[in-house]
């Protein structure tokens, strides 16, 4: 199909962290300037926001794995989720996938059907949609697997985790949880507890180990984090190796060391719509009210980005404007993705219609491909002429 040259007018558009009333162009997959013949969708009423950037959500695994021990094939699944991210205002996603000892669904093999999986089909994706690693700490021999697959998929984002302490815990306090986790991936619960223990044990050479390997994938230029940072210790130890992205922390502590370092804290939308973690850690509401959260992501819950940001502005903790640009601008610049998150010439035009009476997104654009659109803003469209009508479909 040619490249639409769209003007969308009407409607307030999200500039310079305030809503203005103006008009925004297209120039097939980038913002730009009205030049020659040009569509006209009138959505007056409606706010123009930028295209939601997600760096961490799981939220695709129910497409994978509806029920834990009944999976589908993982390219219907990922277009499944791609159709929800669109009707969410997501234009770009990292799907964050674990790299663990658990195996099953969180096996080494697993992730690399995954992103052989996207490979496969990126071609029918609207979403901008990247795998995020999710790497546990203590896997020593998988070094050099993981660069392999880092330079084979061209991966940009990694987060180290240690769950070894929760499962430890959970195998102590909470047997039956933990025989119910273990058969999820395949497992009896004496053998999970054995592979658990053997790792373990790899306790001295993890430091070191995480080292290297940050070191290496630095020079892949990879961004690093951390996820479940307890303690300013912990964070400082990231630093170190170079992993400046703060997912989760776990305690104010953690996320001030963060915060005062200015390094990046991720929280997840959910904590912020149901009025706090579902595990029972730190709110992010306290965190955004005392500076030490700069960006949001959907975690398990991708329609939560939307909610949250209308949370934060009803609690007149910020502006919408500024509640947007969490999951947004902000994200985008974390990213080092100079190219959008913002609704300026020269971005990649990826947008948001909310209707603000309803409090619903109504249409996403993302690469100037209509990737979603409700009922009443196709209707806009379809009066725009042909050719409009059927990039909506």
Known sequence: MPPLNLRLTGALCLLNSTLEDCDLVINATTFGHADGAMHEIDLSGYWLLPGIVDLHGDGFERHIRPRPTAPFDKRQALQAADAELAANGVTTAWFAQSWSWEGGSRSADEAVALMAARRQIAHRLGTDIRIQLRFETHMPRDHAALVAVVRDYHLDYIVFNNHLPEALEMAETKPARFATWAAQNGHAPDDLLAIVMEAK???????????????????????????????????????GIGAHICEFPTSIAAARAAQQAGEPVLMGAPNIVRGGSQAGNIAAMDLIEDGHCCALISDYYIPALMQAA?????????????????????????????????????????????????????????GGQITYASANVACRILQAGPRLAIAAQ
């Not at 995480?210 to 303690?231: E, Q």
Request: aromatic share 6%; no cysteine.
């Open 201 to 239: 044990r790899a306790d001295p050479e993890i430091p070191a180990f995480l080292t290297r390997v940050a070191a290496d994938l630095r020079a892949l230029g990879v961004k690093l984090g951390s996820h479940d940072d307890t303690d300013p210790e912990t964070r400082a130890f990231y630093r």
């Open 310 to 366: 209308w949370v934060i502005a009803d609690a007149r903790v910020l502006s919408f404007a500024h509640a947007w640009e969490m999951i947004s601008t902000r994200p985008a610049e974390i990213m080092g993705l100079t190219d959008r998150g913002r609704l300026v010439p020269g971005q990649r035009a990826d947008l948001v219609v909310l209707n603000p009476n309803t409090r619903r997104i109504e249409a996403t654009i993302a």
